[in-house]
């Protein structure tokens, strides 16, 4: 498959060809008979200090590339090389228990559930201080001093940390898990949809302390979102999934104006405009999302989309690069004039 999102910039992080199928095992023998095609086939790159936004509804496979690249689950097939800062190119997916401790350091996952994800029985300073004292040994008062700085970093006052998760709201408990993940000073931050459950007053606020971050320590994100409007501004290149597959990757701006797959514009024809005069019809998609255990033959999306013709019902779309940087997997990329937003 040809490389998505190839560039001179330092890369953080390639994957190709990712695969995670889930066995779908029934009866007293526990027999396999299917599988869950969760990621099906992913390829793209991270570049250094930059965000790329990974984009679809709800099932496509997002968290499960996320969990895959930080090998929390095994994957099925496919290439996973994380660019260590020190050791250079590692291949996460062979990586042996040394090296991939060596990879947990440097890449970290912030998660959705602010509430959930935070250990309820544990204090800020343990909770923030655990990664520093299991990997560098750091106790006592270079701790507290460390995870103060650390609170302070993401606006959280440093006279907290001897308070429980529970006191804290959905916003400042995002926060919490921000200053975790910053403890060992990552290269990568896989963001699962880290403001999807905060009011929108909130969103925008934790948005712009990633972006902050991004700037002052240099962090490379892998951003995921169910939606285009979230991303819109924080990613620096977007790329579509649907149903375990990419369908559509580009530079935001690109693929904002210049939508080539059809299930992009449907995403993009709800994304909130600020221009009340702006013309936008929603493009409402019928019927709900494959699933990953059964999805259709041909162009996952084909029975959704109103463009379909009867080679897109048998013939699998490659993606492939349809103008620079901007890969497409759609057999009618040439010929559609998609609608795109300003
Ligand atoms: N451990 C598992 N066993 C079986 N199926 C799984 C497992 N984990 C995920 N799946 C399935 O894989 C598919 C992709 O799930 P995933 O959580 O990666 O989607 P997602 O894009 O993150 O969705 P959401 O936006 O709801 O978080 C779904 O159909 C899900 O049910
Ligand atoms: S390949 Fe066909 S069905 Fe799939 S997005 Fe393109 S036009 Fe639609
Ligand atoms: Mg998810």
Redesign the pocket.
């Known amino acids: 498959m040809e490389q998505a999102l190839t560039s001179d910039q330092d890369i953080v992080l390639e994957v190709t060809d990712l695969v995670k199928h ?1 066995p779908i095992k029934r009866g007293f023998l526990q027999r396999q008979v299917g599988s ?1 095609k ?1 990621v099906d086939g992913v390829t793209f790159r991270v570049p250094g200090s930059k965000t790329l936004g990974l984009v ?10 996320g969990r895959c690249i930080l090998r929390a689950i095994e994957p099925t097939a496919g290439e996973v090389i994380f660019h260590h800062d020190e050791l250079g190119p590692l291949d996460v997916v062979s990586a042996d228990p040394e090296t991939l401790k060596r990879v947990r350091t440097n890449v970290q996952m912030i998660f959705q559930d602010p509430y959930g994800s935070l250990n309820p029985r544990m204090t800020l300073l343990e909770i923030v201080g655990e990664p520093l004292t299991v990997n560098r040994g750091v106790r006592g008062h270079e701790l507290e001093d460390r995870v103060a700085e650390l609170l302070r970093v993401v606006g959280l006052h440093p006279e907290y940390m001897r308070r429980f998760p529970h006191a804290f709201s959905g916003g400042q408990r995002q926060r919490i898990g921000i200053a975790r993940a910053l403890a060992l000073n990552p290269q990568l931050v896989v963001c699962d ?1 880290p403001v999807s459950a905060l009011d929108v007053s909130i969103q925008a606020q934790t948005l712009n302390l990633l972006q902050d971050l991004q700037e002052q320590y240099g962090l490379a994100y892998l951003f ?1 979102a ?1 939606d285009l409007s979230v991303v819109e501004h924080v990613a620096d290149a977007v790329a579509v999934m649907y149903v375990g597959r990419l369908v559509e990757t580009a530079e935001t701006e690109e693929l904002y104006l210049n939508p080539r797959h059809p299930y992009t514009e449907a995403l993009l024809s709800s994304v909130p405009r600020p221009d009340p005069t702006a013309i936008k019809k929603r493009i409402m998609l019928e019927g709900e999302v494959p ?2 255990a059964n999805p259709p033959p041909g162009c996952h999306f084909h029975p959704r989309c109103r463009y379909a013709t009867d080679e897109c019902r048998h013939e699998v779309p490659i993606l492939r690069e349809i103008a620079p940087e901007h890969f497409v997997a759609c057999h009618r990329a040439d010929v559609l004039h998609l609608a795109g937003v300003g």
Request: hydrophobic share 20%.
């Open positions: 889930f869950v969760a679809g509804e709800s099932g496509c496979g997002k968290t499960t590339t949809e995921v169910h699933s990953p």
